[in-house]
């Protein structure tokens, strides 16, 4: 088995978000400037190492070195893509992979299908949760366009992970993937990329849904994918404003058998530390928006308990896949939804080394 971190690479100015907030504006900014909005409400995240852009491999590889040392096997890291357009992609390039460490742990990339905000914190109650300006359109040719600069640019370095042979790619909105393409076109555009690959005699895809809508759920397998997982697996979205952070892993975990049982395929659970997104969104009070990115806020969360779910994560992961199964830690460095392994003031070093405990 092997346990792999999601990676934000969102920590650092891009020129569409400069052009609303000026320069050098990051996500830091709502991160430092969040405020508790009820009692007990665990605001603001202030990490214990600092700010930092994760441009800097100096940076980036002392966060990836901890998580090294702490039992993380590899990451996951965010990779945006739209028709060619590439955004956050020097977080990748210059700071994980230009970094001593990084340069030498196993890594692969999830398909982040929806470009970034770039108004934030979002103050309009009026706007759907996907904004026109962040939707991702995409065809049978664009997938294989992914593919092929992925297979260029990735594939082919001895650090890209894989799984029995096969380079892992995961796609975070497998839902509007296979709405955008319908069913037939999914299972093309899959097949296609297979073929490519197979053509220029690179290895072939571990391809991997996270988080397929009912409607899809039951068809990944015909569609060609190879796996499910999820992102953030935690709080109920429709839900109560504040939900403990171990009644929701305890849930989620009780449905991890029926989502592998109806894709029909290996399911890599999901542990995530806790979730916040407040620091996103503009403060409604009573008022707020019943969608993301005020989503309920999870509370309650301890390193004990994460270390407690994880170990039920790796009793699943043992008895369904072995030592080819995956488990999922959301994540390194998500700090304005509220998920991160990285040190914090509130809890120091914890969820390190409860993770590192746990494994």
Known sequence: ?????????????????????????????????????????????????????????????????????????????????????????????????????????????????????????????????????????????DFLALVEHLAQEHFTRPNYLRVQGRCYLSIYDSTHFVRELGWEGTRRAIESARLWLKDQGLPDLHLVAIDPAPEIAGDVRQLGFDGVTHYVHLPEWKGPQQQDYWECATRRAGQWAAIARMADLPYAPSIATGWDASARAADFGLERPDKYPWSPVVTGEHPELFHQAVRRGISFVEANEGEDGLLMIASLNEWSEGHYLEPDERFGYGWLEALRGAL
Not at 94 to 110: H, K, P, T
């Open 1 to 141: 088995m092997r346990t792999l971190a999601y990676v934000f690479t969102g920590w650092h100015p891009i020129a569409e978000r400069e052009l609303v907030h000026g320069p050098d504006w990051t996500e830091w900014e709502l991160v430092r400037s969040c405020q508790p909005r009820f009692q007990g409400h665990a605001q603001p995240k202030v990490p214990l190492l600092g700010e930092y852009d994760d441009r800097d491999p100096v940076a980036m590889g002392q966060r990836l070195a901890l998580a090294r040392d702490h039992g993380i096997d590899g990451i996951v890291a965010g990779f945006f893509w739209c028709r060619g357009k590439r955004v956050f992609e020097q977080a990748l390039n210059q700071g994980i992979l230009g970094s001593v460490e990084g340069g030498a742990m196993d890594y692969c990339l999830m398909w982040a299908n929806r470009l970034p905000r770039h108004v934030l914190p979002v103050k309009r109650k009026d706007l759907p949760v996907v904004v026109g300006s962040r939707l991702v359109s995409t065809d049978e040719e």
